[in-house]
């Protein structure tokens, strides 16, 4: 069965520090693979996916990610973290084909940014 | 282009009274999915539509919660009757597409408290 594992509940950065977060996925073969990010009293908001070919993915507000098959992760980048980053961060596994279509989310992490 | 819209955006009530959230998907969007987001956890699937058809209600506590989507446009969720432990924010996403790799678009969801 599909699972996702984001290890970290809470990180804290500084505004311009680099940020990481991590994710980690469990599922027969290689899944879609999606980082969303949620504000308070908002939605979800798609930062980026990957489906295939070039394993480095950019996305929305500077953000990337980087598959690794070999560590069936998926971790959220981002160079520089600006004060309106702070939120909370949700990876999701979704499966391919066989009419399996549910997306599978991770916990989530909560990002705070120190001025 | 409207994104998805929800109402209301906080309930009260209390265990074993009834409640009912409403979702108006994207235009267009044959797809609506309805999650539950218990706090400190990842969005988890309640049920999803193709058009008027449920496609997926295998997390849907069906002692208790009902979904509808008339005319394959707009959805209701019901709980009939409350507990506590259905406190929760209640998340409606919509897609062009049932498979995974369709983006969900987010709506900003329904906080419901459960006394």
């Known amino acids: 069965a599909q699972s996702v594992t984001q290890p970290d509940i809470h990180i804290t950065v500084s505004e311009g520090a680099s940020l990481e977060l991590r994710c980690n996925y469990s599922?027969?073969?290689?899944?879609?693979l999606f980082w969303y990010v949620q504000s308070p009293g908002q939605g979800l908001q798609l930062l980026l996916k990957?489906?295939?070919?070039?394993?480095l993915v950019q996305g929305i507000k500077g953000f990337e990610a980087e598959f690794k098959r070999s560590q069936s992760s998926f971790n959220l980048r981002k160079p520089s973290v600006h004060w309106s980053d702070a939120a909370e961060y949700f990876c999701a596994v979704g499966a391919r084909g066989g009419g399996y279509n549910k997306l599978i989310f991770g916990a989530g992490t909560r990002l705070a940014v120190h001025p | 282009e409207a994104g998805v819209a929800q109402s209301p955006r906080y309930k009260i009530i209390e265990k074993r009274q009834s409640v009912a959230f409403w979702c108006n998907p994207i235009?267009?969007?044959?797809?609506l999915y309805w999650y539950q987001q218990i706090l400190g956890q990842g969005p988890k699937l309640l049920i999803q539509f193709q058009n008027n058809g449920v496609v997926d209600d295998s997390q849907l506590p069906k002692d208790r919660f009902s979904a509808e989507r008339l005319k394959g446009v707009d959805s209701t969720l019901k709980i009939q009757p409350a507990k506590l432990e259905d406190s929760a924010v209640y998340l409606c996403?919509?897609?062009?597409?049932?498979?995974?790799?369709?983006?969900?678009?987010f709506g900003p969801g329904t906080r419901l408290t459960v006394l």
């Open positions: 996403a919509s897609s062009s597409g049932q498979g995974s790799y369709n983006e969900q678009f």
């Open positions: 599922y027969g073969a290689t899944p879609y």
């Open positions: 990957y489906f295939s070919g070039d394993t």
């Open positions: 235009s267009g969007h044959a797809t």
